[in-house]
């Protein structure tokens, strides 16, 4: 399984009766065909990993989904349609367990929830008619959005979709030069890079996407830095709007923008996967271990091995004031205290 397959996969569950409903009546499809509860909130205390552009949050296990309600905007049903796919992914296994297997489960879970979101809201036949041949470009996104109801991250998913190998397609906001959404295409074969835009970085010092006039674009190549200072260089393509900075990535250069190809070898995740059980599931985890026990960090609660076992300890209620693995103490007593 990949990623196009497993979005397939989630939206063969749903129905095709149900995806067309779903695209006219979002909130319908989600009470009365799906029986879930959906609750309009007007601030969310907390919210998904994704950057804010998903404006909701779930409780599947007991069929609840809160928002918070835009007037007047596409974005709340990108939000519903988000939220939809995390439902989607927990009632199929076999995704919930692919997603585990991941170098980035949690990332790779939001963007296969945002490409969910992307099919439901954006028909494959406004995409195609807009790109109908050549590369993507920035300027696609603009086109998108002025030919379907579909909000702009809706239609960079969309495009993000079509990139030949790693890249993202970035919405970036001008005032607080910050990127407000990214959908990132991860390499067939090699996976997550190390450096990518993601929801949050804030632009480098120095980027050309700082000096950017309004209705201006380019294609050219460039670099990206993370906030803890790795830098990779890419190709991009981007324009702005004014309020924001449209930018297409691309790891190669499919613009023909550069003369001259001199490509460093990329860095991508290469830290050692292992397979655990916590928080009672078994997933495949990539990270560095703990020193003590060698086992890594759950990606959930953030606990190894070592501090699984210590949080399951109990203090003997003799006068040793020692901590103990239950089935050591008997009515509260360690073996010491019981002689």
């Known amino acids: 399984m990949n990623l196009d397959r497993c979005v397939d996969r989630a939206l063969s569950h749903l129905g095709e009766t149900l995806r067309a409903k779903f695209a006219a009546s979002p909130l319908d499809v989600l009470r009365h065909d799906l029986g879930l509860t959906i609750q309009q909130v007007d601030h969310l205390a907390q919210r998904r990993d994704d950057g804010g552009v998903c404006d909701g949050l779930s409780f599947l296990q007991d069929g609840v989904i809160l928002y918070a309600s835009t007037p007047n905007s596409r974005r709340q049903n990108f939000t519903l349609a988000h939220e939809l796919g995390h439902w989607l992914v927990e009632q199929l296994e076999e995704l919930y367990d692919w997603l585990a297997d991941q170098d980035e ?10 490409r969910i979101a992307q099919r439901l809201l954006l028909p494959r036949e406004i995409v195609h008619s807009v790109v109908a041949e050549g590369p993507i470009r920035a300027r696609h996104v603009l086109d998108l959005y002025g030919a379907s109801n579909a909000s702009q991250p809706v239609c960079a998913i969309a495009l993000a979709n079509r990139l030949p190998r790693l890249g993202a397609v970035a919405i970036i906001d001008r005032a607080k030069n910050t990127v407000q959404y990214a959908s990132v295409r991860p390499d067939p074969e090699e996976g997550w890079p190390v450096v990518f835009p993601w929801p949050g970085q804030h632009v480098p010092a120095g980027h050309p996407f700082r000096s950017m006039l309004p209705g201006a674009d380019m294609t050219r190549k460039t670099f990206w830095r993370t906030t803890w200072g790795s830098q990779e260089d890419y190709y991009i393509d981007a324009v702005s709007d004014g309020m924001r900075v449209i930018a297409v990535f691309s790891g190669v250069d499919v613009w023909g923008a550069e003369r001259l190809h001199i490509d460093q070898q990329r860095g991508f995740d290469r830290r050692p996967a292992t397979k655990i059980h916590c928080c009672g599931k078994t997933q495949t985890v990539r990270g560095y271990p703990c020193q003590d026990c060698g086992q890594p ?15 399951r300890e109990q203090m003997c209620a003799g006068t040793c ?19």
């Open 105 to 114: 489960p949690q990332r790779m879970l939001e963007t296969v929830c945002d």
């Open 297 to 311: 960090y759950c990606p959930h609660c953030g606990d190894c091995r070592c501090q699984r076992i210590a949080q």
């Open 321 to 339: 004031f020692l901590r103990f693995q239950p089935h050591l103490l008997v009515d509260g007593l360690c073996e010491e205290c019981r002689s």
